[in-house]
């Protein structure tokens, strides 16, 4: 099935994420697909990927993916070896074509790089870092279960900057139990002094069996007020953009241009390749998804077939609806003109005084042929999203 | 084998829940080799799931059992299982009425029970020969010394040969038998005489039609027989009568004394009346055997589809349901706040919640019930009378002269130190406290005059709470009896809801409306505006609380390239809000319309 289904796909997307499924220690809350590192693993897996990269090229022999994003994120790439890392980015060079404008990003956790280890990164062809600093506060830190020290988010950025690192992204969680306004506030001070061009703020969620929301469920931990956490992205939205970050999607901000490239074909429903356990695709009207234990995806690989364990056909509803959800994270919104472009039909016909409805309420606002979620909208996002859902019969 | 009425021997077990009934007449299909041991995986005669789950029997089945004595001779022995709930104890009458005795299983680690003591008034009223039993003599607990002395002086019954048994492990269950055998008399019926059947159950098979369950009083029953049902009046010809021992066995014909099954291609279980006499057409009786009465429902609420596309379904899943209870009635009705829906009456909260949930399980429907009302009485101004059983139907308070509501006689047995308990929870529902019974030395018998809407809810949970489980109760209606009702209204979002109305006591009606709006203000969700909550008595607000406004759902991330997730939780977010209704502005889950149910005055 996966073999006749690649050949079918004309359109070959130029996105690639590969997922590492390693870290040191799993955090908190954290319910990604990931294990502790051990360097057998790490051969195993590198094995195994390469070999998918391998299937992929012959399934659509003739052509060659040009890629012109590639984001390698996990679990922590940089728990691998420096040999293994390089490795995936020389078997990646070995199997698609790189644009010369290519984004090319690898996620880190503070406390597993060093300077070599980023030099190396940067002279492969990596132009975009992406460290997980989360928080800053050490009680905060260790709440999420982090490794590193706000110290070590420090010096991880003055040393991917020494490597030559110019596009750096820092993530950060809020809302965290125990996390204060003034905490939060003091975080983005001590974040935005790092001068990164691109900070993430999620709010944290507490994911069913992960042990941070044990500890809630159990009462070991005061789950952060709704109201509070409500406050707490209203007031990172103020402080980045006076900073001079554009809030360019939900949960992103970045200095002009430094947009993340790669995200941005997920918000504009494009196409992509997933790589690795648990990877994700978009090729076509298609969605695959891989093998979420390495085990499985491995053993699946060792007989020679491609690792897909779900591969759906997506409606023209489900695509519609998906591309507006997507849409309505950016700030720009979802825009119009391609909407009808894209599908042949304009949005109010798909779902007619919808729209008018949820910009009654003040949830959706158009500006310049977007929709686009207002202030008071994007703290409800998902309800407003939720609305769009395609009515089917059950 | 020869089945004159002197080898036949009718007779029920009545227990209460938990006390073995089922065990007991598990093993006694077994002993008599009805079944054998391999089948007896599971109790036999409890056979709805619904029932298997709670633990208790609902609807009655009737086992030909086949017993040779230690006197040698050949008897057949029929067992009619009783319900065991008070919802349905007209249907226990009309079961008793099929037989000649009734063995009475007594825990002998808890005793007597309030259930069990009505029931076997209820046997002593058709004369029926009481075989009691002290069972579960295995158990560590086990006093039957006690509970003999209790069945003395609580019953009045001699139970000097009370026989020791344990339905679990077989001990005492032959001598069960002979008692059967020896002391419950033989039937007496005339075989010459018009014929005269009494229908105690009836089932709906899609292939057959309705089966009704019979025992034979006079006369004979046969294959192709023009029958006519005497209360109903209706006529039909027999396919087939038969025994169940225990799957059915057609056979020639039923005879004076004999129990078992016909079918007669009747397409409704109304034409089989609980209670009703069959007979003869071509040669009727004179008169149907005692005792028949149609059953009226005790409790009414209204059934309503959250999707009002599925009434229809809902409409075809009642019409179905009916088929094969005859005692639920449903008449179409329409609510500002729910749309169309019926209004739905019931034997009781047991009834209502058991045909509630097969609606839900066996036919897919999703459901919004509202809460449960009594049928209430009122007199206006005119002379009129008007019985309500929706509170919606009240007339203006100008034109109403009176309210009466019905009222009930309530049994509670309890362990002496939990009488104290028992009585503040009685006063707390407007109770009239009737007597005081001690049983012995540690038991007490209370009995109390209720209205029947206090009890009907969550009553017996209160009970049983306060009293550790100790309590039992039996309960009977006793008429109506006037007090000072008001009708509740509730408004969202400045909207009267008519499905949230309900009718209380006056001097309830301030702790009520505030446990309720601030009821539900727990249960409505945050929505993207504030909505206010009120309950009024007429004109006049009593009571009023304020929903925020929801500012707020996750922030959360993207999932990477994880797209899917990402909608299936949009989709599980929309289809959580179709389990809600939609009302005017405000979408209102299912449970806010039963939570008047949950309010309580403590």
């Known amino acids: 099935m996966p073999e006749e289904l690649l050949l079918s796909t004309p359109d070959l997307p130029s996105s690639l994420y590969i997922h590492v499924p390693f870290c040191v220690r799993k955090c908190l809350y954290c319910d990604f697909i990931s294990y502790p590192y051990s360097s057998d693993g790490e051969s195993e897996y590198l094995a195994g990927l390469e070999r998918e990269m391998a299937l992929w090229e012959k399934n659509v022999a003739g052509e060659r993916w040009t890629l012109s994003t590639v984001f390698i994120g996990g679990g922590t790439p940089t728990c691998l070896s420096s040999g293994g890392l390089g490795e995936i980015i020389t078997n990646v060079e070995r199997h698609f074509n790189l644009a010369p404008d290519l984004e090319y990003t690898v996620e880190a956790n503070p406390g597993t790089v060093h300077r070599a280890g980023l030099e190396a990164l940067r002279r492969s062809g990596v132009n975009r870092l992406s460290l997980g600093a989360q928080a800053c506060c050490s009680n905060t830190l260790r709440t999420l279960g982090r490794i590193h020290s706000h110290q070590q988010t420090v010096e991880a950025v003055r040393q991917a900057r020494e490597a030559g690192f110019d596009n750096i992204n820092l993530d950060l969680i809020f809302g965290v139990p125990g996390q204060t306004r003034a905490g939060w506030l003091g975080c983005l001070e001590k974040i935005i002094a790092l001068r990164p061009e691109h900070i993430s703020a999620y709010g944290l969620q507490l994911e069913t069996g992960t042990p941070l929301c044990a500890m809630v469920d159990d009462g070991t931990l005061q789950p952060c007020d709704e109201d509070l956490q409500l406050d707490m992205y209203y007031a990172a939205i103020d402080t980045l953009q006076h900073a001079g970050f554009e809030h360019y999607e939900i949960s992103n901000f970045a200095r002009l241009g430094r947009e993340c490239r790669h995200n941005l074909v997920y918000w504009h429903n494009g196409g992509y390749l997933g790589l690795g356990p648990a990877a994700h695709s978009r090729l076509d009207m298609r969605r695959l998804a891989n093998e979420e234990r390495l085990d499985n995806y491995l053993a699946v690989l060792a007989g020679g077939s491609l690792p897909i364990i779900r591969c759906e056909e997506l409606s023209e509803q489900n695509d519609i609806f998906e591309t507006v959800f997507l849409g309505l994270r950016l700030s720009t919104g979802l825009d119009l003109d391609s909407f009808r472009e894209r599908f042949g039909v304009t949005l109010d016909q798909v779902y007619p005084e919808l729209v008018a409805r949820l910009s009654g309420a003040n949830l959706l606002e158009i500006n310049a042929n977007h929709l686009r979620l207002t202030r008071r909208g994007l703290a409800v996002a998902n309800t407003v999203m939720a609305e769009f859902v395609p009515f089917t019969k059950s | 084998m020869e089945r004159d009425q002197e080898r036949i021997r009718n007779f029920c077990i009545i227990a209460h829940i938990d006390h073995g009934k089922s065990t007991l007449a598990d093993r006694l299909l077994e002993i008599t080799g009805a079944l054998s041991q391999r089948q007896m995986t599971e109790q036999v005669l409890d056979n709805m799931d619904l029932e298997r789950e709670r633990g208790i029997t609902i609807k009655l089945q009737a086992v030909r059992l086949e017993y040779r004595a230690r006197d040698g001779r050949e008897y057949v022995l029929n067992l009619i299982d009783t319900p065991g709930h008070v919802d349905f104890t007209y249907e226990v009458s009309r079961s008793l009425a099929a037989c000649e005795g009734a063995v009475l299983v007594v825990d002998s680690a808890q005793g007597i029970e309030a259930q069990t003591l009505a029931n076997v008034y209820m046997a002593l009223d ?38 020791s048994a344990s339905a679990k492990t077989g001990t005492g269950v032959e001598d069960i038998l002979e008692q059967i055998v020896h ?15 009494l229908i105690f159950d009836s089932h709906y098979d899609p292939y057959k039609g309705v089966i009704a369950y019979i025992r034979v009083v006079h006369g004979r029953i046969t294959k192709g027989m023009q029958i006519r049902m005497m209360a109903t009046g209706k006529e039909f010809e027999i396919n087939e009568v038969g025994v169940f021992r225990p799957a059915p066995v057609v056979v020639d014909e039923l005879k004076p004394g004999e129990v078992g099954f016909l079918n007669a291609s009747m397409k409704n279980v109304k034409d089989t009346q609980v209670g009703d006499t069959v007979t003869n057409a071509a040669q009727p009786a004179a008169a149907p055997l005692p005792g028949y009465r149609q059953v009226k429902p005790m409790v009414y609420c209204g059934l309503y589809p959250v999707e009002s596309a599925e009434y229809e379904e809902l409409r075809d899943a009642l019409d179905k349901l009916k088929l094969n209870d005859a005692s639920l009635i449903y008449d179409p ?21 058991i045909v509630q949930e097969r609606l839900e399980r066996e036919y897919g429907l999703n459901l919004i019930t509202t809460a449960p009302s009594v049928v209430y009485r009122v007199n206006t101004t005119t002379g009129e009378v008007i ?216």
């Open chain 2, 126 to 163: 058709h004369d029926l020969e009481i075989i009691p039993v002290i069972n579960k003599i295995d158990l560590p607990a086990a006093e039957p010394e006690r509970v003999r002395q209790e069945i003395e002086e609580v019953i009045g019954l001699d139970a000097s040969d009370a026989i």
């Open chain 2, 387 to 602: 019985e309500i059983d929706n509170p919606n139907k009240m007339p203006v308070s100008g034109s109403i002269e009176s309210v009466e509501e019905p009222i009930v006689s309530a049994t509670v047995m309890v362990p002496h130190e939990f009488v104290g308990a028992v009585m503040e929870l009685c006063q707390d529902r407007r109770g009239t406290y009737k007597d005081m019974v001690y049983m012995g030395t540690s038991r007490v018998m209370l009995k109390y005059e209720l209205p029947l809407s206090e009890i009907i809810y969550d009553f017996f949970d209160h009970l049983k709470s306060r009293t550790r489980g100790y309590a039992s109760l039996d309960y009977e209606v006793a008429g109506y009896r006037a007090s000072n009702l008001v009708k509740m209204d509730i408004m969202v979002n400045g909207e009267p809801m008519d499905a949230l109305s309900t009718i209380v006591h006056h001097e309830k009606s301030y702790h009520r409306g505030r446990a309720l709006v601030e009821k539900l203000r727990g249960l409505i969700p945050r929505q993207m505006f504030e909505i206010p909550i009120q309950a009024a008595i007429g004109n006049k607000i009593i009571a009023r609380e304020n929903i925020r406004a929801r500012r707020k759902d996750v922030l959360a991330k993207c999932y990477g390239g994880d797209i899917t997730r990402k909608r299936k939780l949009l989709e599980k977010q929309k289809e959580g809000k179709k389990r809600m209704k939609q009302v005017g502005n405000v979408e209102i889950p299912q449970e806010a319309f039963m939570a008047v149910l949950n309010i309580r005055d403590e």
């Open chain 2, 333 to 353: 009705e329409t609510s500002d706040a729910l749309g169309f829906g019926f209004r739905c009456g019931f034997l009781g909260l047991l009834h209502m919640e």
């Open chain 2, 183 to 197: 002391r419950i008399p033989p039937p007496q019926g005339d075989e010459d005489a018009p014929l005269q059947a």
